[in-house]
């Protein structure tokens, strides 16, 4: 439908013009502008085989624990095998459709489930869906104009999960990672507590400073050192035996802070550490930071979705009393990577105050549309995905109830697995975790007389490396290991998916003693 | 314990879910890959904010919808989306959409892992380092360093931290309060990232000296010689030099071997901020608007503009392979970069960047190269040149149209100027009341849904339209109808 009909003198001439070089080739600087020059027949068809293939090969294995979780090759060898040169001339139809079955082929199944390698596993089809349409549209998040739908989506998304928290309003935005999450949240805190940073930076102001747990995730410390504020000034706080902070030892940090002269700014909790799955007591730090008036950030990047469970979401009691919050959906909800939200409390337009630049370019000021829709001043990128709206569709499908059941289960699966640790011969908890990381050793029958002291740490060490390359080798299952404070190596099991069963966890047992019984 | 009954099968239904898949999959192909390509739809489907918000009905409430419901979301979805795939779309430095890529996509969201080590991402891990090492090679580097970013912004502010930390490497350490004042130079063209990067690391936005560019929005060499000057007089650090390979506006490309020269000689970072512009390195012909870069100690290029693969696709080159970013960035978090694992842990690039969870960005643009070559990319790249240089010429002939200036590039910025405006440049209102003018029919084309172009002021020019082709979809007849469509509605303004 034609809104505006051209009805000025220029009209007819107009249409003639038009008609007649519509006729006429044009061959511009050696180039052929007619046509296309790109075939979108052949194109589709390339889309909707690859997508047979995705299928058959990835969605319909995802639950069959009889697949692999991984085919192991070493770096040099997968090299030969996998023909990644990147030539001048392009392959045939089914040469690239060959290419994808091998990518697949050698990528770990992530969705499997016996994946417990990470903060992630499994597969949500909702959010598969919403991710395909995403890539199918490919917007950026910048104005309305250019993504109406997905702008309008993250801002109901920030606003139930800023309920979720349990604050009256709020501002937010999702991020490529809690990292980056985590780095908004302390830029932030910097900029409330001195906005003349954002011009001046920090040459020659005094010594900011910020206390973290030491069991926080290492991107505080990347943080702190790609903010210019250096790793030196972030001051780990002990944690008691459970892997939380103690309250105490952060008030004795913060003091020891003021008495050299420092300025500290921002103390950050950990709602489920990375290792442990420790939550840090909020409410008690908030204290300490209301007394000394710092901001608090709480990353709940793993433990966030914890707030979804009634039956949980104590773990995360007191959040509200942060200022910041940083939440990634795409780990214990399956939202897809990434998924990663910073929630913040303000809601006077400190994020934007702190972030914006202006571009005359993209935020014009003289659109025809209300122009406080365009939210992408308030980011640090400039072109950005809306990563809001997977989380969006599977909310949508499942409804809070669904994604509340998954939480609880996942919880249930990890306190299954601890008591049959328990029953176990050679099994031993490192701690009674109170969320899905289940920290254990594996003594194998060879160890199980030792005395304890330093050789049979040291053996007990070596342990989980060679059951670690022994499963992968096999492709049974995946799970990561570490030391940690002074602990020697153990396995870190890490439950999330809805397609893992009991029986998945009395396989990665029964698995470890396989694997591990000749040590 | 409670619940146990709940464990022992799968909580998922895989057949229901793989149904809604299908389903949804070939909602997607018809109303977004082949409508959103089709020149007879819409590129936009116009609504008010608040219209949209009703109409979508985006609450999320406690129970979940059955699929027949979440099918129609997502057609509302698709339908209400921008078509950024529309041969009509103009409005940004991305448009278009390549089918290779777009495979390449899914298999990405369907693997869903992410890049930090050769254990959970073994394909991908190896795959980055071959495209990086082939867009170096395009940059004219046989060795080097990099990564993926999320976005151009972020390659900038790497370039500025990993320079930073050359420079003074304690800065990692103690931070920045501890050095003398930092000062970057960039063109007054230069992308706003530029701006939030130096917020950002702590540097300040009032130590980012915008130098002079010409009228046709290039770098001065001799400005950016006497600020450095001036800086240095005033007792403060000059550290980096952040040179435009394709500004955001004019296309414009600063003058890299002078620019090069300059930087050697107070040895100064410099960083090439090639997002836009870095894709002209693919033609033979065209590449030349780079020559010099490969002087460059840094590169920011972003395939997902220019390349069509998808957002985002934003890559980081480093010309230093001596581990820089590793030493700039790694953590060595003992959870994930475990020492003692059983194979190579060089392969675990994962903590040479600020990330932790990282997206695979490569395979997309992997699988393009793959299914068209580096000559097929040179062909769209030249191809995008062509439209330009037509579109130049053909409104060189039409009344109405006035370049702002000539394009280099793809960017070709013009005004168009109404009858009832013709003839009046002499007016001191002319200004003014030209600006009103492309407001007023991007508003037209929007609603309609005709086709999107961008338009914006700049300096002190009146708003003027930026139009852009990357599409290798976009044909002659596109170009014809741009100018059509600006004429007819203009034409009464």
């Given at each position: 439908m034609t809104l505006w009909k051209c009805s000025g003198p220029c009209a007819s001439t107009c249409k003639q013009d038009v008609l007649q070089k519509k006729k006429n080739a044009v061959l511009v600087d050696g180039v052929i502008l007619n046509g296309p020059i790109t075939d979108s027949k052949a194109g589709e068809k390339f889309v909707e085989e690859a997508c047979k293939i995705i299928m058959e090969e990835i969605i319909q294995k995802a639950d069959d624990v009889t697949e692999k979780v991984c085919e192991w090759r070493a770096p040099e060898t997968l090299k030969k095998i996998l023909d990644l040169e990147m030539r001048d001339t392009g392959e045939s139809h089914q040469k690239l459709l060959q290419l994808c079955q091998d990518v697949i082929q050698y990528s770990v199944k992530t969705n499997h489930p016996r994946f417990f390698n990470q903060l992630y596993a499994g597969i949500d089809y909702y959010s598969l869906v919403a991710r395909f349409i995403t890539e199918a549209l490919n917007p950026s998040v910048y104005t309305y104009e250019v993504s109406p739908v997905f702008l309008l989506v993250e801002e109901a998304v920030i606003k139930k999960m800023i309920e979720f928290i349990g604050w009256e309003e709020g501002d937010g935005i999702f991020n490529p990672g809690g990292s980056v999450s985590n780095m908004y949240a302390m830029n932030l805190a910097r900029y409330k507590f001195c906005p003349e940073i954002k011009e001046k930076g920090l040459s020659g102001l005094p010594r900011l400073v910020l206390f973290t747990s030491e069991e926080c995730h290492y991107s505080m410390k990347k943080a702190a050192s790609f903010l210019g504020i250096g790793t030196e000034n972030v001051y780990f706080v002990k944690t008691d035996e459970r892997g939380k902070m103690i309250p105490e030892e952060l008030e004795k940090q913060v003091q020891r802070a003021r008495k050299e002269g420092s300025a500290p700014f921002l103390v950050c909790a950990t709602a489920g550490t990375t290792v442990l799955g420790a939550f840090d007591p909020l409410d008690k730090i908030a204290d300490i930071c209301e007394k000394h008036d710092l901001w608090l950030h709480v990353d709940a990047s793993w433990g966030g979705s914890a707030l979804i469970s009634r039956k949980h979401r104590r773990l995360l009691h007191g959040i509200q009393r942060a200022d910041s919050v940083a939440w990634n959906p795409h780990k214990m909800l399956l939202a897809?990577?990434?998924?990663?939200?910073?929630?913040?409390?303000?809601?006077?337009?400190?994020?934007?105050?702190?972030?914006?630049?202006?571009?005359?370019?993209?935020?014009?000021?003289?659109?025809?549309?209300?122009?406080?829709?365009?939210?992408?001043?308030?980011?640090?990128?400039?072109?950005?995905?809306p990563d809001a709206f997977k989380f969006w569709l599977m909310w949508k499908a499942l409804g809070t109830t669904g994604l509340e059941e998954r939480v609880n289960r996942a919880l249930a699966l990890a306190r299954y697995l601890v008591e049959e640790i328990k029953k176990r011969e050679g099994f031993q908890l490192l701690l009674e975790p109170e969320y899905a990381n289940v920290c254990f050793w594996y003594i194998p029958p060879s160890l199980r007389k030792m005395e304890d002291g330093p050789e049979f740490w040291q053996k007990l060490h070596r342990v989980a490396p060679v059951v670690k390359e022994r499963m992968m080798k096999k492709g049974s299952m995946m799970l990561g290991y570490q030391p940690n404070q002074g602990k020697v190596n153990f396995f870190r099991q890490v439950v999330i998916s809805p397609q893992v069963s009991r029986e998945d966890m009395d396989f990665l047992l029964d698995e470890i003693e396989l694997l591990a019984k000749d040590l | 314990m409670a619940e146990q009954s709940d464990l022992e099968r799968p909580a998922v239904d895989g057949a229901a879910g793989e149904e809604f898949l299908r389903a949804a999959f070939q909602v997607l192909l018809e109303e977004a890959v082949r409508k959103g390509t089709d020149v007879a739809q819409k590129v936009c489907e116009w609504k008010e904010p608040h219209e949209l918000r009703e109409l979508l009905d985006l609450e999320l409430r406690s129970h979940g919808e059955p699929a027949g419901r979440l099918l129609e979301r997502c057609r509302d979805i698709i339908r209400y989306s921008v078509k950024t795939c529309h041969p009509r779309?103009?409005?940004?430095?991305?448009?278009?959409?390549?089918?290779?890529?777009?495979?390449?996509?899914?298999?990405?969201?369907?693997?869903?892992?992410s890049q930090y080590t050769y254990e959970i991402a073994p394909v991908f891990v190896l795959m980055e380092e071959v495209v990086l090492a082939k867009l170096r090679e395009l940059v004219g580097w046989n060795s080097g360093d990099g990564i993926f970013c999320p976005g151009g912004s972020i390659s900038n502010m790497y370039a500025m931290n990993v320079a930073r930390f050359q420079r003074f490497p304690e800065s990692r350490q103690q931070g920045s309060r501890a050095l003398p004042r930092l000062v970057l130079f960039a063109s007054e063209e230069c992308h706003y990232s530029i701006q939030k990067g130096a917020a950002f690391l702590g540097i300040g936005t009032d130590n980012v000296v915008l130098v002079r560019a010409d009228e046709r929005g290039k770098m001065i060499p001799e400005e950016l010689e006497k600020e450095i000057e001036r800086v240095k007089s005033e007792g403060a650090v000059p550290f980096f030099v952040s040179a435009t390979s394709g500004t955001t506006v004019l296309g414009a490309f600063d003058p890299l071997g002078p620019v090069a020269d300059v930087c050697q000689r107070h040895g100064l970072w410099l960083h090439v901020d090639a997002a836009w512009g870095g894709s002209a390195l693919l033609s033979r012909k065209h590449r030349q608007l780079l020559a010099g870069i490969e002087r460059a100690d840094s590169v920011a290029w972003n395939p997902h503009k220019m390349l069509t693969v998808g957002l985002q696709c934003s890559a980081f080159l480093l010309r230093d392979d001596s581990g820089l970013l590793q030493r700039c960035h790694g953590a060595g978090a003992a959870y994930l970069f475990q020492p003692d694992k059983f194979y190579d842990v060089m392969f675990d690039t994962g903590d040479k960047t600020v990330q932790c969870g990282r997206r695979v960005d490569c395979l997309k643009l992997w699988l393009l190269w793959k299914a068209v070559g580096s000559e097929g990319l040179e062909q769209r790249v030249d191809r995008a040149f062509a439209c330009t240089s037509y579109l130049a010429a053909e409104m060189k002939r039409r009344d109405g149209f006035q370049l702002v200036l000539e394009p280099e590039f793809i960017n070709l910025c013009f005004w168009f100027v109404p009858p009832s405006l013709r003839g009046q440049q002499g007016c001191t209102d002319f200004g003014p009341r030209l600006g009103k003018v492309a407001p007023a029919i991007k508003e037209r084309m929007m609603k309609e849904g005709s086709m999107m172009v961008g338009y914006q002021p700049h300096g002190t020019r009146p708003n003027f339209f930026r139009q852009i082709v990357t599409s290798p979809a976009v044909t002659r007849a596109d170009l014809d109808f741009f100018l059509d469509e600006i004429e007819r509605l203009g034409c009464d303004l």
């Open positions: 897809g990577i990434q998924c990663c939200a910073l929630l913040v409390k303000d809601n006077s337009g400190l994020l934007k105050k702190c972030y914006s630049a202006k571009a005359a370019y993209l935020f014009q000021q003289d659109k025809f549309y209300d122009v406080s829709y365009d939210t992408g001043d308030k980011s640090i990128q400039c072109s950005r995905r | 779309f103009f409005n940004q430095l991305f448009s278009g959409l390549d089918h290779h890529a777009l495979a390449g996509r899914l298999l990405t969201e369907t693997l869903n892992t």
